[in-house]
């Protein structure tokens, strides 16, 4: 007999298979390259413009697509890997990430670097319904406090990193360096991920494509996306800039409706449409929201005002770093106690009091004023996302928590990356060095303040009370950690 070749002995049984490290560093190899991207682009536009003979509109619509790939990956894997072992679809994307980052790293035009960047933002959200539900799912309990400040430090603490990358880039201009090195690192991944992920069958292999689900995600994604970006060109009353907003709106509005009714939904919205998921969500995506634009603001202020390099300003805001990594450890500590909710609230205030920080912002304290403001809203992104994540996650079964990442990703991907760009331009149109920053942020404090009472109410309403999540029932793989009351139950009993 022919013996059997080296990869196919790899293949059947990888020999990191069951190691905790090989999986984190799959996941965090396969999420943090792009996400470093999203924070990073802004502080080194000048270098790419320059070298990429692009217009800021050209640049910022490759920006917003690549933030709609992203989004609609998540989406477009929840449904692939119905029929497709999740192992085929992360080497395809991992593979496909790699080949995108060397298509970008060697772009002499913007449409060679655009295509690429969307492309690296579509593998990654891809990636991340393929790569992390795995991490989080595996059967070792005494793991997931662990996991869970992993994700928190995996998904936000590469996107607090990323001023300080894009500042380095920006007062180098040596952008192509950063893509060499994104591409080594997916590399690595790749190699990761074919020493430890092992054999597993698709969930449904008898399952279709799902035309009422996909579709619309991309519409929901792109339409919008593609709207914002448009504001680089032109205004607020422009029919381009609002029709594929409000359209795209719409069609999420329906998206969501129509999942929540559908028999076998690729997203299961009814069993999230209690209180505690709602809350979570809703809280993921005021922090998400309010944490983007807060940074865009604070970069653009910066740079405009006293006029600082791109490196000093993202060096003012490195301090989200270790802010993040305070809130990741305090919820690997309360996560298996009633006090998840509690800690997400306390995200979304932290991110309150940043902006109330800035609103003291001037062009001479802003060496001060900025890191401490920053702390607060690394705080912010690290215990009010991921905890929200979780929320929704551990209140359905762990098999779905894959489709329910996808429709979280979505939904807070469309409020951070939408959000942001519209308060940004209406600083800028008002003068960003003028009244218009401080008046943005005020908004943005209003919005933040507003959410945080909603949500306080929202519990109140509910008769929600901390519980302690029945972890074990959830890692069976049948049972929800969480059962929370309906919304508004007080109401409905009388």
Same mark, same amino acid.
């Given at each position: +007999?022919?013996?059997?070749?080296?990869?196919?002995?790899?293949?059947?049984?990888?020999?990191?298979?069951?190691?905790?490290?090989?999986?984190?560093?799959?996941?965090?190899?396969?999420?943090? /390259?792009?996400?470093?991207?999203?924070?990073?682009?802004?502080?080194?536009? /000048?270098?790419?413009?320059?070298?990429?003979?692009?217009? =800021?509109?050209?640049?910022?619509?490759?920006?917003?697509?690549?933030?709609?790939?992203?989004?609609?990956?998540?989406?477009?894997?929840?449904?692939?890997?119905?029929?497709?072992?999740?192992?085929?679809?992360?080497?395809?994307?991992?593979?496909?990430?790699?080949?995108?980052?060397?298509?970008?790293?060697?772009?002499?035009?913007?449409?060679?670097?655009?295509?690429?960047?969307?492309?690296?933002?579509?593998?990654?959200?891809?990636?991340?319904?393929?790569?992390?539900?795995?991490?989080?799912?595996?059967?070792?309990?005494?793991?997931?406090?662990?996991?869970?400040?992993?994700?928190?430090?995996?998904?936000?603490?590469?996107?607090?990193?990323?001023?300080?990358?894009?500042?380095?880039?920006?007062?180098?201009?040596?952008?192509?360096?950063?893509?060499?090195?994104?591409?080594?690192?997916?590399?690595?991944?790749?190699?990761?991920?074919?020493?430890?992920?092992?054999?597993?069958? =698709?969930?449904? /292999?008898?399952?279709?494509?799902?035309?009422?689900?996909? =579709?619309?995600?991309?519409?929901?994604?792109?339409?919008?996306?593609?709207?914002?970006?448009?504001?680089?060109?032109?205004?607020?009353?422009?029919?381009?800039?609002?029709?594929?907003?409000?359209?795209?709106?719409?069609?999420?509005?329906?998206?969501?409706?129509?999942?929540?009714?559908? *028999?076998?939904?690729?997203?299961?919205?009814?069993?999230?449409?209690?209180?505690?998921?709602?809350?979570?969500? !809703?809280?993921?995506?005021?922090?998400? !929201?309010?944490?983007?634009?807060?940074?865009?603001?604070?970069?653009?202020?910066?740079?405009?005002?006293?006029?600082?390099?791109?490196? *000093?300003?993202?060096?003012?805001?490195? /301090?989200?770093?270790?802010?993040?990594?305070?809130?990741?450890?305090?919820?690997?500590?309360?996560?298996?106690?009633?006090?998840?909710?509690?800690?997400?609230?306390?995200?979304?205030?932290?991110?309150?009091?940043?902006?109330?920080?800035?609103?003291?912002?001037?062009?001479?304290?802003?060496?001060?004023?900025?890191?401490?403001?920053?702390?607060?809203?690394?705080?912010?992104?690290?215990?009010?996302?991921?905890?929200?994540?979780?929320?929704?996650?551990?209140?359905?079964?762990?098999?779905?928590?894959?489709?329910?990442?996808?429709?979280?990703?979505?939904?807070?991907?469309?409020?951070?990356?939408?959000?942001?760009?519209?308060?940004?331009?209406?600083?800028?149109?008002?003068?960003?060095?003028?009244?218009?920053?401080?008046?943005?942020?005020?908004?943005?404090?209003?919005?933040?303040?507003?959410?945080?009472?909603?949500?306080?109410?929202?519990?109140?309403?509910?008769?929600?009370?901390?519980?302690?999540?029945? +972890?074990?029932?959830?890692?069976?793989? *049948?049972?929800?950690?969480?059962?929370?009351?309906?919304?508004?139950?007080?109401?409905? *009993?009388?």
């Amino acid at each position: +007999m022919r013996p059997i070749p080296l990869v196919s002995r790899v293949l059947a049984r990888p020999p990191l298979a069951g190691s905790y490290a090989a999986a984190v560093a799959l996941v965090l190899l396969a999420l943090c /390259p792009f996400l470093v991207l999203t924070t990073a682009t802004s502080l080194m536009a /000048p270098a790419l413009l320059h070298d990429l003979h692009a217009t =800021p509109f050209e640049l910022q619509l490759a920006v917003g697509l690549s933030n709609a790939g992203y989004a609609f990956g998540a989406v477009a894997a929840a449904d692939l890997i119905q029929r497709v072992p999740r192992r085929h679809v992360y080497f395809v994307c991992e593979a496909g990430f790699v080949l995108a980052a060397v298509v970008a790293l060697s772009a002499q035009g913007i449409a060679q670097f655009s295509t690429a960047l969307i492309l690296l933002g579509l593998f990654t959200g891809l990636l991340l319904v393929v790569a992390l539900p795995p991490l989080i799912t595996r059967q070792n309990l005494d793991e997931l406090p662990t996991t869970a400040a992993v994700v928190s430090v995996g998904l936000f603490g590469m996107v607090t990193l990323g001023p300080l990358v894009g500042g380095l880039i920006g007062d180098t201009g040596n952008w192509r360096l950063l893509f060499t090195v994104i591409a080594l690192l997916a590399a690595a991944g790749l190699v990761i991920g074919f020493l430890s992920f092992a054999h597993n069958p =698709p969930l449904s /292999p008898g399952a279709g494509f799902d035309w009422l689900a996909i =579709p619309p995600a991309l519409a929901v994604t792109a339409l919008p996306f593609f709207g914002v970006s448009w504001l680089t060109r032109s205004t607020f009353g422009s029919l381009v800039f609002l029709l594929p907003v409000i359209v795209g709106v719409a069609i999420g509005v329906v998206l969501v409706a129509g999942q929540y009714r559908a *028999k076998n939904p690729l997203m299961p919205v009814k069993p999230i449409s209690n209180t505690l998921p709602v809350a979570g969500i !809703a809280g993921a995506m005021l922090a998400g !929201a309010a944490f983007t634009t807060l940074i865009e603001l604070s970069e653009s202020f910066l740079l405009e005002g006293p006029r600082y390099t791109p490196v *000093k300003v993202g060096s003012l805001l490195t /301090p989200q770093l270790l802010g993040v990594l305070i809130g990741a450890l305090i919820f690997r500590r309360v996560l298996f106690t009633r006090w998840t909710p509690l800690l997400a609230l306390s995200g979304l205030l932290s991110i309150g009091v940043a902006a109330l920080v800035l609103l003291t912002l001037t062009e001479s304290n802003a060496s001060v004023i900025v890191p401490v403001a920053a702390l607060f809203l690394g705080y912010g992104a690290g215990a009010g996302v991921t905890p929200g994540l979780f929320l929704a996650g551990l209140s359905v079964p762990a098999v779905a928590i894959g489709s329910i990442f996808a429709l979280v990703e979505l939904l807070r991907s469309e409020a951070a990356f939408l959000i942001g760009p519209v308060l940004l331009h209406f600083a800028e149109d008002k003068g960003i060095a003028d009244s218009g920053y401080h008046v943005t942020v005020a908004i943005v404090l209003a919005i933040t303040v507003g959410g945080a009472l909603l949500l306080v109410g929202l519990y109140a309403i509910s008769g929600a009370r901390p519980r302690r999540p029945d +972890m074990r029932a959830w890692m069976g793989g *049948k049972s929800a950690a969480y059962h929370s009351p309906p919304l508004a139950a007080r109401f409905r *009993k009388s």
